[in-house]
């Protein structure tokens, strides 16, 4: 269990000494655990051995034990598919060790149908559709291409969707016409990237309400968010994988369609119109539309 759920389980009986330490832990979590015993026991306001006291009420034999799980967590957040490399290194290639992947990658999918409270899509379908603004979309440097996906889904939902895919210091401007109006959706998993959290930061302080796509380790974004999907992430391989969370953002997808009825199926309709009208695909036939000269890419 890591250590934020054993800070926060119930029926923990605290003493208020000792509830005032699981607030300075939990005030800036995971790096606020990192110093001295003495350098949290003064931050919170107590003395030394309360932080001994509980650091064996949460059971560990000291707070260097405490310490300990806390820094494992914190390379578990950081670990580059470099230095995962080693540690998940598969004997042979070829079809075998595919084969093992993809199983691997089966039972994360698996898991992601309890990963997130079912809620937590009822809550994120009234955010995004009941937004007066904008709905603005954003990932990391692969998690964008999901936050592209949906970003396509929700465009024939509801106006006002913006992915922010090619995502750059000028992006940053945006912030100043955001408000409680609008609402962000984050995309961002382990390596998480400063400019993501820190973008979406800025827009929680603006009132931005925020829904969060992460993995088990949880982003740092994760504090600002009024709702948050985990997908379990952690496969045969060195480097994780985003399938669990594309799963996740078709999920919300089905689940707005199915929630927001009529509307959703006019809007549609009327996509489908225009699309028709200019030959964008190919017809019911199976003959593919002349696409006019004046619409063609050149």
């Known amino acids: 269990m890591p250590l934020k759920d ?24 995971p790096t606020s655990g990192l110093g001295t015993a003495s350098n949290l026991a003064k931050r919170a306001g107590v003395s030394d051995p309360t932080v001994a006291r509980l650091s064996a009420k949460l059971g560990f034999e000291s707070f260097a034990d405490l310490q300990a799980m806390l820094i494992t967590e914190i390379e578990a957040r950081l670990q580059s598919p470099l230095l995962m490399f080693e540690t ?8 075998a ?43 990391g440097r692969f998690s964008r291409h999901l936050a592209g996906i949906l970003a396509g889904y929700l465009g024939q939902f509801r106006g006002q969707v913006t992915d922010l895919a090619r995502f750059s210091a000028e992006s940053f401007d945006l912030l100043l016409e955001l408000g409680s109006r609008d609402v962000l959706i984050v995309f961002d998993y382990r390596r998480y990237q400063t400019d993501i959290v820190r973008f979406a930061t800025q827009a929680a302080e603006r009132g931005v309400r925020l829904i969060l796509f992460t993995d088990q380790w949880l982003s740092p974004v994760a504090e600002k968010a009024e709702v948050v999907f985990i997908a379990p992430s952690e496969v045969n391989s060195p480097y994780d994988t985003l399938v669990p969370a ?39 036939k199976g003959a593919q539309q002349p696409i006019p000269n004046d619409v063609q890419d050149h």
């Open 6 to 29: 054993l800070l926060t389980q119930s029926g923990l009986n605290l003493t208020p000494a000792e509830g005032k330490i699981v607030q300075a832990l939990l005030a800036d979590y």
């Open 97 to 139: 060790t595919v084969q093992t992947y993809l199983q691997s990658v089966a039972h994360r999918v698996a898991e992601t149908e309890t990963a997130v409270p079912a809620q937590n899509y009822d809550q994120a379908v009234d955010l995004i559709m009941a937004a007066k603004g904008r709905v603005l979309l954003l990932g």
């Open 246 to 284: 594309l799963a996740q953002l078709e999920a919300l997808s089905l689940h707005a369609v199915m929630r927001s009825g009529d509307a959703v199926k006019r809007r549609i309709q009327a996509l489908e119109d225009i699309r028709s009208s200019v030959g964008v695909t190919v017809s019911e």
């Open 88 to 95: 998940k290194r598969t004997a042979g290639d070829g079809p």
